[in-house]
């Protein structure tokens, strides 16, 4: 699977500006498609803009939920009876989803959650806690803060194509909750995911072009 | 239906049906210390002793081409800051396999999955005869390709990266490095796992290893996210609980 790519440099609606073409916001609740901030967290997000080094992507980590699910690098899904698998080409991330009813970790925090489905109809419904509270939503420096819950939404609408949606509830950061819809498309039978590496040494990323086209 | 009932009682009185013996499925964990030295050791401080897990040849001991045999000396010596484990590079086959650290396997009709919970690597491993990459192309988990032989999940791995290391001690391998593994259920809760070993480049001929590997059978059992941080120079390295 692979998504549409405008997401990953940034859910907001953006111009096109150096390294990241014009795209539409994928957020469709609140309805103005704008990330609800809480008073000053906006401004955070511009800062981060203008150090892309802090991306915690660019430094090597899994992108976090629902980031992982719009990179710019394809996903590879499985499944059976007991779990649904995602596997990120993009710094070899994982997420292993039991869908056998068991109870969430305690105490537990990282990168890409603790995730646990279920399915309502044709939809797989996969509710994640547990996330360390670093991970940003996009290139542009839209972030997540501690204490976010996620529940994301997967429904195959054809043979090929694949609605995702994630309600992101995290009031340190955001003053509602708010809905990301993303799709995906499934690549063709003879496609492989390749081996990422990334944490062997790489040391410009602090040159990295802000995802606004500003300099420092 | 008495035949049928006969069947059952054979089933129920194994402690695993011969129909789970191509079911590799659940999260496994290599016995024993295998990770440390392929060879083996003697005891030492903080260590008891271990046998080699080198089946092939008889003496236990790694075929090493006679100068390959002075490099893996040296990585010995020099392994407390050369190891690539130690900055979260992804350990390569068959060390993956042997880590005290589980991985989880997932079977799907056309690929068998392997996720390390070690920095999360993950290995794809087509069984539907596509062909290896072309030579050049390097990875450090290699490229796999596998297919059933008898009741043995074999795994034909190339396309390696030099980089990797083959256990703590030191012992390596070039990028002509072939591995051969073999996956075969033994029981209910363990599976026996070899790999052959081959690299004319460092060894005079190819060996082999045999370890069991352990299935965590505990209810709700799961894998824990082990990422790597940087630290102040920059290089990545293990969070504190993932330190053996």
């Given at each position: 699977m692979a998504a549409s790519l405008s997401a990953a440099f940034n859910v907001e609606e953006h111009a096109a500006s150096y390294g990241t073409p014009a795209g539409p916001s994928v957020i469709i609740d609140p309805p103005?498609?704008?990330?609800?901030?809480?008073?000053?967290?906006?401004?955070?997000?511009?800062?981060?803009?203008?150090?892309?080094?802090?991306?915690?992507?660019?430094?090597?980590?899994?992108?976090?939920v629902p980031?992982?699910?719009?990179?710019?690098?394809?996903?590879?899904i499985l499944q059976d009876r007991e779990y649904v698998v995602i596997l990120a080409e993009t710094e070899h991330g994982v997420r292993i989803i039991p869908t056998d009813g068991r109870p969430f970790l305690t105490n537990y925090s990282s990168w890409n959650g603790d995730s646990r489905?279920?399915?309502?109809?044709?939809?797989?419904?996969?509710?994640?806690?547990g996330l360390n509270g670093r991970g940003w939503l996009d290139q542009a420096g839209n972030f997540m803060g501690a204490g976010a819950r996620v529940v994301e939404r997967f429904r195959l609408t054809g043979k090929?194509?694949?609605?995702?949606?994630?309600?992101?509830?995290?009031?340190?950061?955001?003053?509602?909750?708010f809905t990301v819809r993303v799709p995906l498309r499934r690549r063709p039978a003879d496609v492989e995911l390749l081996e990422y590496g990334c944490i062997e040494g790489e040391r410009d990323a602090v040159h990295m072009p802000s995802a606004r086209g500003e300099t420092k | 239906m008495i035949r049928t009932a006969l069947v059952w009682v054979f089933f129920t009185g194994?402690?695993?049906?011969?129909?789970?013996?191509?079911?590799?499925?659940?999260?496994?964990?290599?016995?024993?210390?295998?990770?440390?030295?392929?060879?083996?050791?003697?005891?030492q401080q903080g260590r008891g002793a271990a046998k080699s897990a080198v089946v092939d040849?008889?003496?236990?001991?790694?075929?090493?081409?006679?100068?390959?045999?002075?490099?893996?000396?040296?990585?010995?010596?020099?392994?407390?800051?050369?190891?690539?484990?130690?900055?979260?590079?992804?350990?390569?086959?068959?060390?993956?396999?042997?880590?005290?650290?589980?991985?989880?396997?997932?079977?799907?009709?056309?690929?068998?999955?392997?996720?390390?919970?070690?920095?999360?690597?993950?290995?794809?491993?087509?069984?539907?005869?596509?062909?290896?990459?072309?030579?050049?192309?390097?990875?450090?988990?290699?490229?796999?390709?596998?297919?059933?032989?008898?009741?043995s999940f074999v795994v034909d791995v190339t396309n390696f990266k030099p980089e990797t290391w083959l256990d703590d001690a030191g012992n390596f391998h070039s990028a002509k490095l072939h591995v051969v593994e073999r996956y075969t259920r033994t029981a209910a809760n363990t599976m026996r796992y070899e790999a052959t070993v081959e690299d004319p480049e460092v060894f005079e001929k190819s060996w082999t290893i045999r370890v069991d590997l352990v299935r965590l059978a505990e209810p709700n059992s799961q894998l824990v996210e082990h990422e790597c941080e940087r630290d102040a120079q920059g290089i990545y390295r293990h969070p504190p609980q993932f330190l053996k």
């Open positions: 103005d498609g704008k990330l609800p901030y809480l008073p000053g967290m906006r401004e955070r997000a511009l800062d981060n803009d203008k150090h892309r080094e802090r991306d915690p992507v660019g430094q090597c980590h899994m992108h976090g980031r992982v699910m719009f990179p710019p690098f394809p996903l590879e489905g279920r399915w309502e109809g044709d939809t797989l419904v996969v509710e994640v806690r090929d194509s694949l609605d995702y949606q994630a309600t992101v509830e995290n009031p340190s950061v955001f003053s509602r909750p | 194994t402690a695993w049906a011969q129909s789970e013996s191509r079911d590799l499925r659940g999260i496994w964990q290599a016995a024993g210390t295998a990770f440390q030295n392929l060879e083996g050791a003697a005891a040849p008889a003496n236990g001991k790694i075929p090493y081409r006679t100068d390959a045999r002075k490099s893996a000396e040296r990585n010995a010596k020099e392994r407390a800051t050369a190891d690539p484990l130690l900055a979260c590079f992804q350990p390569g086959v068959p060390r993956a396999a042997l880590l005290p650290e589980p991985f989880q396997i997932f079977q799907n009709p056309d690929r068998v999955v392997i996720v390390y919970q070690h920095v999360h690597a993950y290995r794809v491993i087509f069984t539907d005869g596509r062909p290896h990459y072309d030579d050049g192309i390097e990875f450090y988990m290699g490229d796999s390709r596998g297919r059933w032989e008898g009741n």
